[in-house]
């Protein structure tokens, strides 16, 4: 049976970075968000206290925490600022989460004490345009040649919706790159390879103009002749693809806590107005179309919560937790959308205003149904598990 009770250690987590994101980041999220601005001075301090190194041992500058410590803090910033937890999230997952679950120890000492410290992003480069979850469509292609200091992977193609990728702090992306073909019937062969910003002939384009997350960083990627030594593998060659695919798996549970965030705010900030409005003589509050209306919000956000901590539970007993994960996904990214746009509803005429954060939740929680893998994957891979 699932103990669903936080510990002393874990509530204590929570407790800080909720104060962190109530009294830090919610003031200044709106300015953020409407300047289309990083937010540099969060990061810093979230780096300070220790929630980059949340799941990394302390070796390599970690707090030697878990994930389920990460994921507790992701959902007291969903409440307040998506962006920001994004930032956090990814940083994490995508971005140093890989070259701690299959770099060399030289690639760690190279870059997990950065990485851990919020000294620095990184961004893991899988989508393209006509791939992401086709991993057959991937056409971005590394191949090795002799360069002057050895052998080295030249890499030509494009990626798209990359977080963390363009930032001053951003380091490095990971590419999941063609390097050939194995296999009978012939079969592309998926590797994944570091190229740190800077590289000729890798460039980040110019940022999305997007509907929410205003204030993450998220750029299209170009390769053109881009040149990195060939020990900036990451992991078995042929294995990138696979690898990246229980990356996600992590990363569904860490998303699916955001999203519960997400959700528990939209609660908490229709509460407070639903108390606070007046129509007809009395608070609408005390109206029960108004009530049930919050009361079913309540009831979703607790449900993702259930089902974030029971796939993060399973995850850390090393139990199977890839279906837990991708129901968790599905159903907390499915609550934050919901739950913003009733209240939207619940705040009326104000719901539509930019200035009022519920507005900014029913802009930013549309991608929790896609980032990460889509509301569809979730549900083909659920119905795999249930042998269909």
């Known amino acids: 049976m699932v103990d669903f009770h936080l510990d002393d250690e874990y509530r204590e987590l929570s407790e800080t970075v909720r104060d962190f994101a109530d009294h ?7 300015r953020h968000d409407e300047e289309h601005s990083f937010p540099y001075e969060l990061v810093a301090q979230m780096g300070e206290m220790g929630l980059f190194g949340l799941p990394f041992p302390e070796e390599y500058g970690g ?3 878990d994930y389920f410590a990460l994921a507790l803090a992701l959902e007291q910033l969903g409440r307040v600022d998506q962006s920001v937890a994004i930032t956090l999230e990814a940083g994490v997952s995508l971005g140093a989460m890989p070259v701690f679950r299959f770099g060399t120890d030289e690639q760690k000492e190279k870059w997990l ?3 851990a410290a919020g000294r620095a992003l990184a961004g893991f480069g899988l989508t393209e345009p006509e791939a992401g979850s086709d991993a057959g469509g991937t056409k971005t292609a590394a191949r090795l040649d002799d360069g002057p200091d050895g052998r080295e992977w030249v890499i030509n193609g494009a990626k798209e919706f990359i ?4 930032t001053a702090i951003t380091k490095f992306v990971t590419v999941t790159a063609v390097t050939g073909t194995a296999g009978e019937p012939e079969r592309k062969e998926i590797s994944t390879i570091i190229v740190p910003s800077g590289t000729p002939g890798f460039r980040a384009e110019k940022p ?3 509907v929410g997350w205003n204030a993450s960083d ?6 053109r002749e881009a040149r990195v030594p060939e020990e900036n593998l990451l992991g078995e060659r042929g294995r990138g693809y696979a690898n990246f695919l229980s990356i996600l798996d992590e990363g569904r549970i860490a998303i699916a806590a955001l999203a519960t965030g997400a959700a528990q705010g939209c609660v908490d900030l229709s509460v407070k107005y639903a108390k606070e409005r007046s129509a007809f003589g009395t608070n609408i509050g005390k109206y029960q179309a108004i009530q049930f209306k919050i009361a079913r919000m309540q009831a979703r956000a607790h449900t993702a919560r259930l089902a974030y901590y029971d796939a993060a539970a399973r995850m850390l007993a090393r139990k199977p937790f890839k279906t837990e994960a991708a129901i968790a996904k599905m159903v907390a990214g499915e609550a934050a959308m919901d739950n913003a746009r009733d209240a939207t509803q619940v705040f009326g005429g104000y719901g539509f205003i930019n200035e009022f954060t519920v507005a900014r939740h029913y802009r930013d929680s549309k991608i ?5 893998g889509t509301t569809e994957v979730q549900l083909m891979l659920i119905a795999r598990q249930l042998g269909l």
């Open 24 to 30: 830090v980041v919610a003031p200044v999220s709106q």
């Open 63 to 65: 707090m030697g925490g």
């Open 113 to 115: 004490p950065d990485l």
């Open 163 to 166: 977080t963390n990728s363009g």
């Open 208 to 210: 999305y103009n997007k």
């Open 218 to 223: 998220t750029h299209p990627l170009s390769f």
């Open 368 to 372: 929790l149904e896609v980032g990460e």
